[in-house]
């Protein structure tokens, strides 16, 4: 499966900015209305952009809604979801603690759903814990076109850190075989988590990590980031390479072209001309 | 490599867990927790032990470290534990429910000249520490005012109990967020002495507060204002910032970013009069691994490099948090009047 080069974001839609949290509000009222939502993803379709990573955030739920009755329209279009929307689980977990969480956020609640099915609860079934979690946050995609499912690097480094390997090949079946999608993972830890994914006999596998000039947020420095780059086999997608805006598009995209190995760069903007500037600078470069 | 275990494994618990394990000087022996729940999921995908009992934990293991991440009325029995033992401590915030248990500790630690640190991570925060550094530096002048602040959307709706939601249990927007705006205040600032027209103020939950709101007067005479709050939901998660007035300007810093205002320039700080904004890419703590942020590494691996060093830790020491623990019991009294 081949991925497109430029991968639209949606940081921008749900008040993300690593670089301010002041212009991070401003983004949250610019984007109160999911038409305004659906408006910039336009204008990214309108210049090319035919895929769209997102978390699955509730406000995505509304966005495929709108997809789904405009089928003529989003023919060629794809979505990439990214999951959890961790905020969500992260703030339900400072309140209500690790099980608490999980009975507000799995369906119907998590332990009947359990027992309903059998002992599942009982003989801790984490495995089918987690695919009951990946079907519940995949349910708003339902009909659209998601050939690639990432986890998000909050998740995958928690069990990166932990050491949990098997995690990761759990997650790679189920995806490939209940969603006949490549599995991805997103991550500020790349070197260390590919060589984790090798270790489980996961092979050149769709890597989302942080790539830009200035080593930011690329764990463990630029240097090993390089040689992986250069050497080593899997999928990599760019992002955060305008470092949280500490960069200049192009010199940022520039430094891009120093890796063939690169697939796709994933960036978020939210003006017509800023989506298509920065489009073309990254078909010019890769 | 140093040997290290994690008490309590709720969401700072893991998030130390996982962490510590990757670090290259560390190894993480075991866990303990009282969740059945999460001591399967240890078991069953990872090499580390799994404990139910700390004492025993402690007992077998031969720890060099631990890492205390239980609700804050086990912190006093756990840390003493570990102190008695002779093993290197690092708590989560708040540091005591009570200062006098809290001195006991910072005593214990002292007399065993064993290395300890609490999770006050925003002193691993590049932004915090170049506000630090300028205000020591006096670029804004004699100091007027001050504002700390911290929102956040952690308690939304009508809510009964978790541990957190019990007052006597260190469960409430106090101990929890405002503990970390106070912290800053003191150790960026200057320590609070005295604290008026405090509020303590429910919001959706029925036990604790969800809002708190003071005045603090701190050691050197300046006095600023404390307004934090986590049951706001326009805030996506927790924002904390600092905002400190003097004579020649004006500093507003949080994690991402720090905003300069000077009436005059300053040569020797390259400052330009006006306003100037500098951003985290410029100040971020370069870190091996990285999980939700730079400063929770930062933070272990600064513990980590104090043990292997055996050097006093200087940021977030016991009795730094004790200090806090103290604020936080004035200013409860003060809203009590």
Known sequence: ?286 | MIRAGIIGLGKMGLSHAAIVSPHPSVELVAVCDTSSLILDAFKKFSKVKVYSDYIKMIDSERLDFVVVATPTKFHYKMVRYALEKGIHTFCEKPFSLTTAEGENLVELANQKKLINQVGYHNHFIGTFRELKRLLKAGVIGDLVHFTGEAYGPVVTKEKGGTWRSDPGEGGGCLFDYASHVINLIQEIIGRPVKASGSQLKRIYSRDVEDAVYSILTLESGLSGILSVNWSDETYRKMATSLTILGKKGKIICDATEIKIFLKDGDAKENLPKGWTIKYITDFAIPVNFYLRGEEYSAQIDYFVDCILKNKPAEINSFKQALDTDKVIELLIADSKK
């Open chain 1, 1 to 286: 499966m081949e991925m497109d080069k430029v991968i639209f974001g949606d940081n921008q839609f749900f008040a993300v900015n690593h670089l301010s949290d002041e212009k991070s509000r401003a983004q949250a009222i610019q984007f109160k209305d999911d038409s305004a939502i659906i408006r910039v993803l336009d204008q990214a379709r309108e210049v090319g952009i035919n895929t769209f990573m997102c978390t699955t955030h509730d406000r995505i739920a509304s966005v495929c809604d709108y997809m789904r009755a405009n089928p003529e329209k989003y023919r060629d279009f794809k979505i990439y979801p990214c999951m959890p929307y961790a905020h969500k689980y992260a703030n339900a977990v400072t309140d209500l603690g690790i099980v608490g969480a999980i009975k507000q956020y799995v369906p119907g609640n998590f332990f009947s759903a359990i027992t309903k099915g059998g002992a599942a609860f009982l003989t801790k079934d984490f495995i089918g814990l987690m695919e009951l979690f990946i079907d519940a946050e995949m349910k708003m995609f339902k009909g659209i076109k998601i050939p690639v499912i990432f986890i998000q690097n909050v998740l995958v480094d928690m069990i990166l850190g932990l050491k949990m390997y098997e995690v990761f090949k759990e997650y790679d079946s189920y995806i490939r075989k209940k969603y006949n999608s490549e599995p991805g993972y997103i991550t500020m830890n790349m070197p260390a988590l590919l060589d984790a994914l090798n270790s489980v006999g996961i092979e050149n596998p769709i890597i989302c990590c942080s790539i830009n000039k200035i080593g930011f947020r690329m764990s463990g420095g630029k240097e090993i980031y390089e040689k992986y780059l250069a050497e080593k086999a899997f999928r990599p997608i760019a992002m955060q390479v305008l470092a949280a805006g500490a960069l200049r598009p192009k010199e940022a995209i520039e430094y891009l072209g120093n890796f063939p190995k690169i697939e796709s760069v994933l960036f978020g903007a939210s003006s017509k001309s800023h989506i298509q500037e920065t489009k073309e600078l990254i078909e010019h470069y890769l």
